[in-house]
């Protein structure tokens, strides 16, 4: 077998949270400069770019990637990775980490839950988790989109105070900026990735096509992260454009969702979808991989202390 083995005993809530935000931002650490350039790819065409920036020009993924290091530096793609880092051990650890338990609530502990009773269970968590980390969501975004260049004023020079920043120019409502069209996102996002990866692993088990290690869990994690991208494209564009525009610009989200369509067509819903899939697909890769080995390495730990004792 490639990999750890399967406990025989189911990992408790402690084991599946803490598992959840550390592979979660072993994923970012890998994934981040592809999320940066999807942020910037999402952002392109809003009139609000300032004059030094607007002849900057980004064409696909690594053309935006390259771009961005020789018009700003390496450093540039990593923008906001200690918000980013703060937001999967706030965020992915109760989306994921408690996804499993809300699913065994809802059915009542039955084995074998159906699709819909897994559907609730991802938008649960995934809508607990927003309303818990948005404000690292924001700070992550609006690192990500400012740019790095001569003449162009920094929005922020640190995660602590961007935070300060946006609470004392914007109010709470600021660092909660976005909620609405975020949970909509993560919920999408957390059933479709979630339930997805549940159904594919499942199927693969159940056909005895591989057996529960290393390649069926890339292989789940490759195809969730594909259908998701699918699905959540719209809305994460409409999350970014939102989350990273100047007060007024925006009346709410739906408003941002309706002049995008008015002014650039149903195409910019869809901008950054290469990137988008890039991350997606890699991060669900590394993440879910990351997710059942730390999950397996910590209960062979704890059964270890156990048997000490």
Not at 76 to 93: D, H, I, K, P
Not at 221 to 230: D, E, H, L, M, W
Request: contains cysteine; glycine residues 8%; aromatic residues 8%.
């Amino acid at each position: 077998m490639v990999g750890l083995r399967p406990s025989d005993v189911p990992p408790p809530l402690g084991v599946k949270v803490l598992s959840a935000g550390t592979a979660a931002c072993i994923a970012d650490l890998v994934t981040f400069p592809l999320d940066t350039a999807k942020v910037r790819l999402q952002i392109q065409g809003e009139k609000t770019v300032s004059q030094a920036a607007k002849g900057i020009r980004y064409r696909g993924v690594f053309g935006t990637i390259s771009t961005m290091v020789r018009t700003e530096g390496p450093r540039s793609l990593y923008n906001g990775l200690v918000a980013g880092l703060q937001r999967q051990m706030a965020f992915a650890s109760i989306r994921i980490g408690l996804y499993d338990n809300v699913k065994s609530f809802y059915t009542g502990g039955k084995d074998n839950p159906g699709v819909m009773m897994r559907i609730l269970a991802g938008c649960t968590t995934g809508a607990m988790a927003v309303s818990m980390a948005q404000p690292t969501d924001v700070v992550k975004v609006r690192f990500q989109a400012q740019m790095n260049l001569q003449g162009v004023a920094r929005r922020y020079n640190g995660t602590m105070q961007a935070y300060r920043q946006i609470f004392l120019q914007e109010g709470v409502r600021g660092l909660w900026k976005g909620t609405l069209p975020n949970i909509t996102r993560n919920a999408l996002v957390n059933c479709t990735e979630l339930v997805s990866y549940d159904l594919i692993k499942e199927a693969i088990l159940k056909n005895r096509l591989m057996s529960d290690n290393l390649p069926c869990h890339f292989v789940s994690a490759f195809g969730a992260g594909f259908i998701t991208t699918v699905i959540a494209s719209p809305v994460d564009v409409v999350k970014t454009r939102y989350m990273n525009s100047p007060p007024g610009q925006y009346s709410s989200a739906i408003n941002c969702a309706w002049t995008m369509m008015t002014k650039e067509g149903p195409t910019a819903f869809y901008k950054g979808f290469v990137p988008s899939f890039l991350r997606l697909g890699s991060w669900n890769v590394v993440m879910f991989v990351s997710f059942e080995q730390l999950k397996r390495a910590m209960m062979m730990s704890r059964q270890q202390i156990e048997a000490a004792v």
